[in-house]
């Protein structure tokens, strides 16, 4: 079973950047794309960003776009996550998914990924 694991959450002020990463426990499991999701109490699972495996193409939510910028280290087995300018509403708990067959429409969907990570809590505060 491959597992997922996130780093690099931890309290930070408005304005300040952050990087996660998640590295995943096998190099040759079946992954058409990895992303991001976040979570924040009281509230759904929602999408952030999301990094084609093969080509590197990626795709944002509206609220991140501009200010975070997903990559992956085909090596190191990673993907990371930049946060730049980070808000109080990005405050949540961020998940590592990859997902075997999701396909362009299928992305903001956390019903589309088959892997998931534990999450790492980001705190934005003022």
């Known amino acids: 079973q491959v597992q997922l694991e996130e780093s690099g959450g931890r309290w930070v002020q408005a304005g300040d950047s952050l990087r996660l990463s998640c590295a995943a426990s096998?190099?040759?499991?079946?992954?058409?794309?990895m992303g991001w999701f976040r979570q924040a109490p009281g509230k759904e699972r929602e999408f952030v960003a999301v990094i084609w495996w093969s080509g590197g193409n990626t795709y944002y939510a509206d609220s991140v776009k501009g200010r975070f910028t997903i990559s992956r280290d085909s090596a190191k087995n990673t993907i990371d996550l930049q946060m730049d300018d980070l808000k109080l509403e990005d405050t949540a708990a961020y998940y590592c998914?990859?997902?075997?067959?999701?396909?362009?429409?299928?992305?903001?969907?956390?019903?589309?990924?088959?892997?998931w990570g534990q999450g790492t809590q980001v705190t934005v505060s003022s």
């Open positions: 998914a990859a997902g075997a067959t999701v396909i362009l429409s299928q992305v903001r969907n956390p019903g589309a990924y088959n892997y």
């Open positions: 096998e190099r040759t499991f079946r992954r058409r794309a």
